[in-house]
């Protein structure tokens, strides 16, 4: 099956310093992608959808200029959270759609576990 | 609103079949019942999609009700390693997926 693969599995920062994520399709190309972020104990909550070459489409309730999406390639999205505060500390996962692929089916990468100190 | 309703938790014993269900009542025609796995500290993984007929892959069978207002996932032969929280989701094929609380399944040895 298809793979999406983050960088990094881990990450530990200081509070006001930014930490970048990386989401990468390692064996397909994903014209889309999804950011998700889960709290201890609570299910995935959808951010925002990357779309490559465009501006991505953030949730309600989501600051995009806290979180910055960037999705210049077919095959590598990333999120950028700035200023992280320890509120931040969370599970980031991504998922990747297959471009032409009829059932637009999703494949999710392992987590981003991000804390911030 | 919530397209789905599972039950929080369940338990079902190693080496026995876990049945899971779901209630999906508003479902529209353009719909499927997808479900999906997360293991602890993992990103989620997806098991089986189903429009109306029942349908079983390797890991999973999907039993959907005539009137597609409920559905049953069936783990087989469970085993520890599918202690998870498993997700049942209803959604067009272009929609995004949105996670519900899904189902907490404790495997028992």
């Known amino acids: 099956g298809a793979v999406v693969s983050q960088h990094p599995s881990w990450v530990i920062c200081k509070s006001g310093t930014s930490v970048k994520i990386e989401c990468r399709s390692l064996?397909?190309?994903?014209?889309?992608m999804f950011w998700y972020r889960q709290f201890p104990k609570q299910s995935l909550m959808l951010m925002a959808t990357s779309n490559e070459g465009s501006k991505a489409t953030y949730e309600q309730g989501v600051e995009k200029d806290k979180f910055l999406i960037n999705h210049a390639s077919l095959t590598l999205s990333t999120l950028t959270v700035t200023s992280a505060h320890p509120e931040d500390s969370s599970f980031y996962i991504c998922?990747?759609?297959?471009?032409?692929?009829?059932?637009?089916?999703?494949?999710f990468g392992p987590g981003t576990r991000l804390t911030v100190l | 609103d919530a397209k789905t309703t599972q039950p929080t938790s369940m338990d079902c014993a190693e080496g026995r079949a876990a049945n899971l269900p779901c209630n999906h009542s508003t479902i529209s025609g353009n719909e499927y019942v997808y479900w999906y796995r997360q293991i602890h500290s993992q990103g989620p993984q997806y098991i089986i999609h189903?429009?109306?007929n029942n349908e079983t892959n390797e890991m999973a069978s999907l039993i959907i009700t005539e009137d597609r207002k409920s559905s049953t996932l069936i783990l087989p032969h469970a085993t520890l390693r599918d202690t998870a929280v498993y997700y049942c989701i209803v959604r067009t094929r272009d929609d995004k997926i949105i996670f519900g609380k899904g189902t907490r399944l404790h495997i028992l040895p």
């Open positions: 189903g429009l109306k």
């Open positions: 064996d397909f190309q994903a014209t889309t």
């Open positions: 998922s990747a759609a297959e471009f032409g692929r009829e059932d637009n089916e999703q494949f």
